[in-house]
């Protein structure tokens, strides 16, 4: 075709792998892009419960003392002398920190008691009854399976998740420059504030997701452990190098010995003293009570040697009939966090780097960024489409013909063209 009199400049095509990448990130951003502001607005708030919780209950800290913080069977006294017959669960001691002791069965109602852990007084109690929640775990059942019902809403955020890994391989794709120039680099790294409101959406869109990138595939990923069997099974097999994750089984006590040693109460003081007097320095303690009614049930108490961290949590295990402590099964957990296997240490650090917590304060504050913009991204996403649809189509310009005289030539015979 000739278009005033001069041949058209061929459009650069771009290649298939680009165009499956557009059409990818398009369509499955629009299928879970709601799902996906939900679960990172929650992942934003969940990123701080600790913090948020210790500003707002103030009465819950307790300077720290160099003594010796009340037993378990002192828990269990002051649990029955206000709840008779109400079962404990378990306890957690934080340096700093009133003693956290849960009553009851969990979904099916429980109770709270915040205790001083030197003297023993009730600081505040807290009564829930069967399916009421706090704030902070409301926003975590928000997280996991968006408030609907679990068998249902989880598989929605697992799977939702993954979709959104490959939205983010597939926005790489597409915010990669074809050209390195100046000017390609200013508009992949920079957000034009004082542009148009399109123009400003798409860089927010496109930069900010480039920037939150790494961020967020890490808290995808470490998310998907929870959810998704093969896909946790898999991970640990790549990074293992082949090997299988173990299954796990908990360590049971031997119910023939029951009632032969020890009182109850004397067997929690004795495991407890034990584990206590070790680690001297640890800044927590979580303290698993066995439940009386279930001869088999175990005695299982975790050292954290770090505040704020997990992944170096180290557990131990007793029969609460004899006081012999069990060995598991699990070498991911059941060992020092020094004594491990690579790829048992990364599955242990899988919760610190989903929240960011591996890195303290400052990692926390990534996580809470990098999910904020990840909300933010089905949003700028969703009104560069909606710009797009609704952008009219410019007039194609027609073809004139070319216009041919006729020559004539002096010759006895007629001209012809």
Known sequence: MITNGKAPKKKKQRSLFYRVAAWLHLWLGLITGAIMVVVCLCACIWVFNEEITGLLEPETKVDHRREAVIAPSRLMQIADSLYPGKRVGYASYKQGNAIYLSLGEGRKGNTILRINPYTGDVISTIERKEGETDFFRFILNGHRFLWLPYEIGRPIVNYSTLIFVIILISGIVLWWPRKWTKAAKQQAFTIKTKASFKRVNYDLHNVLGFYALIVLAIIALTGMVYGIKWYSNGLYWVTSGGDSLPEFKAATSDSLQAGKFYTPAAIMD????????????????????????????????????????????????????????????????????????????????????????????????????????????????????????????????????????????????????
């Open 270 to 417: 004795r495991t407890w003293n034990t584990v206590a007097a070790a680690h001297p320095e640890a800044e927590g303690f979580y303290y698993n009570f066995a439940d009386t009614a279930k001869p088999k049930s175990a005695i299982n108490i975790s050292v954290y040697p770090t505040a704020g961290k997990y992944y170096d949590r180290y557990s131990f295990v007793f029969d609460q009939h004899t006081g012999k402590e069990l060995k598991g099964n699990n070498p991911v957990y059941d060992k020092n966090y020094s004594e491990v296997s690579g790829a048992a240490k990364l599955r242990r650090m899988n919760y610190d780097l989903h929240v960011g917590s591996i890195l303290g304060l400052p990692g926390k504050i990534l996580a809470f960024f990098g999910a904020l913009i990840g909300a933010s991204l089905p949003v700028t996403g969703f009104l560069v489409w909606w710009g797009k649809r609704k952008k009219k189509k410019k007039p194609v310009a027609k073809a004139i013909k070319p216009q041919v005289k006729s020559i004539k030539v002096a010759t006895s015979e007629p001209a012809t063209l």
